[in-house]
């Protein structure tokens, strides 16, 4: 049984994810476990960043976004000397193990830093909901409702002036946000990395539309399929549409977490430490069909998720 462990965010931050660190530190605390929070991710553990924490140190952080852990991008861990010293600061402190709480990238440093003794769990903290294994990552829920609140009011304004409105949202290699946002959102067309659209067939579509009595459109489209500026600017040349565009940007990173976000990450966040405390390393706990999962690491890295069809065919079934 490991008597020392760490907890640590990285890559893109996302809501939900202090909400995972707090369950990290107290059930290992309940367990007899020391648990030490480390600074800007693999950076922090680097530049041996670390304290330890206890269950006031999480206190007041349920709520609240982003992490309080802070994260950062570090070129140094990328090399095998990089790694070497990060190992080096996390055996100096007696830390046998680390939660780690982030996106794909962080998965991958996850793998590294076992191949040299020290076990590793993963959590899957990430809006874009893009890590294979798990049906959600923590954050996108969120991340999710903030993109549909903001379609909400754009279709608004939308209405009262007979525009287009073109929504620029996150994604540049998956279409997750855009799809489900889009669909709940009620988006007249979806554009996303993983589907290629004929932009002149998506001008004749609103031009037929708008002709045909529907007074507006919205456009959602994931940053990886274009710019919403340039696709909004194609729409006014070739349609002649009243056309608007808004880029959604870091807001969608922001924000209280929603209950399933907060559920989701305390109750992954209890089996991940149950499991690293007993020795289990080079997993990632995610959710399936209601239940927790645990995946393979390797699994989780080498393989993509990828957008369910039948939620575009809903999508573009439903926006006639």
């Known amino acids: 049984m490991l008597k020392r462990i760490a907890v640590m965010t990285s890559g893109g931050d996302s809501p939900g994810m202090n909400a995972a660190i707090r369950a990290v530190v107290r059930v290992a605390i309940h367990e007899g476990v020391e648990v030490w929070g480390i600074y800007n991710g693999y950076a922090g553990m680097y530049e041996d960043k670390m304290v330890q924490l206890d ?76 890590i294979w294994g798990t049906d959600y990552t923590i954050g996108f829920d969120t991340a999710t409702n903030t993109v549909v609140d903001a379609i909400n009011k754009l279709r608004d304004t939308a209405s009262s002036h007979g525009r287009v409105i073109v929504v620029e949202v996150m994604g540049r290699n998956s279409g997750w946000i855009a799809m489900t946002a889009g669909l709940a959102g009620g988006a007249e067309h979806i554009l996303i990395p993983e589907i290629s659209v004929n932009l002149d067939e998506l001008c004749e579509k609103l031009r037929q539309s708008h002709d045909s009595g529907k007074k507006y459109s919205v456009v959602v489209v994931a940053e990886g399929a274009g710019s919403a500026v340039e696709i909004g600017k194609k729409i006014v040349d070739c349609s002649g549409l009243d056309t608007r565009v808004s880029v959604l940007g870091h807001i969608q990173r922001g924000g209280s977490p929603s209950v399933f976000d907060r559920i989701l990450a305390s109750t992954l966040g209890e089996h991940a430490t149950l499991a690293l405390i007993s020795g289990i390393s080079n997993v990632m706990f995610g959710s399936r069909s209601g239940g927790v999962v645990t995946i393979d690491l390797a699994d989780a890295i080498g393989h993509k998720r990828t957008i369910d069809p039948s939620m575009f065919r809903l999508a573009n079934l439903l926006s006639k």
């Open 55 to 130: 269950s006031r140190s999480v206190g007041d952080i349920l709520q609240r976004g982003g992490t309080f852990l802070g994260t950062a991008r570090c070129e140094e861990f990328r090399t095998t000397e990089g790694r070497q010293r990060a190992f080096e600061n996390l055996r100096r402190h007696g830390i046998e193990g680390v939660v780690i709480i982030g996106g794909d990238g962080s998965m991958t440093g996850a793998e590294l830093l076992s191949d040299l003794g020290i076990a590793v769990v993963g959590l899957p903290g990430t809006i874009d909901n893009d």
